[in-house]
């Protein structure tokens, strides 16, 4: 049972960034799909940013430009850089794995393994 832990989150002024990461209990960054999604108040679960166990990146078109999904495979840490935040970025945040490589997709749905979140508010 792969445990995954976010921290990172706060609040922030728009335009501001913060930096968001995931531990995981085992070495799941070379050979896991990782993704961060999303989910505020009252909306459906949004997904953000995946990476793959070759390090290929996709993005959210509402994220592109200015969000950054890395990891380190040697501290089994997955991250994400966000700048120039958003009012409409606030949501909680949560780190997402699968074995294996990632689907075309990439739906919740796609993703057993959740962390707990991690809260970011952004305000005017």
């Known amino acids: 049972q792969v445990q995954l832990v976010e921290s990172g989150g706060g609040s922030v002024q728009a335009g501001g960034s913060l930096t968001l990461s995931c531990a995981a209990s085992e070495d799941t960054y070379s050979r896991y799909c990782m993704a961060w999604f999303r989910q505020a108040p009252g909306k459906e679960r949004e997904r953000v940013a995946v990476?793959?166990?070759?390090?290929?990146?996709t993005y959210a078109d509402s994220v592109k430009d200015r969000f950054t999904i890395s990891k380190d495979n040697a501290k089994y840490t997955l991250y994400l850089q966000m700048n120039n935040l958003k009012p409409e970025d606030t949501a909680m945040y949560y780190c997402?794995?699968?074995?294996?490589?990632?689907?075309?997709?990439?739906?919740?749905?796609?993703?057993?393994?959740w962390g707990q979140g991690t809260q970011v508010t952004v305000s005017t």
């Open positions: 997402v794995a699968v074995s294996g490589g990632c689907s075309v997709s990439w739906r919740p749905l796609d993703f057993p393994y």
């Open positions: 990476i793959s166990g070759d390090g290929g990146t």
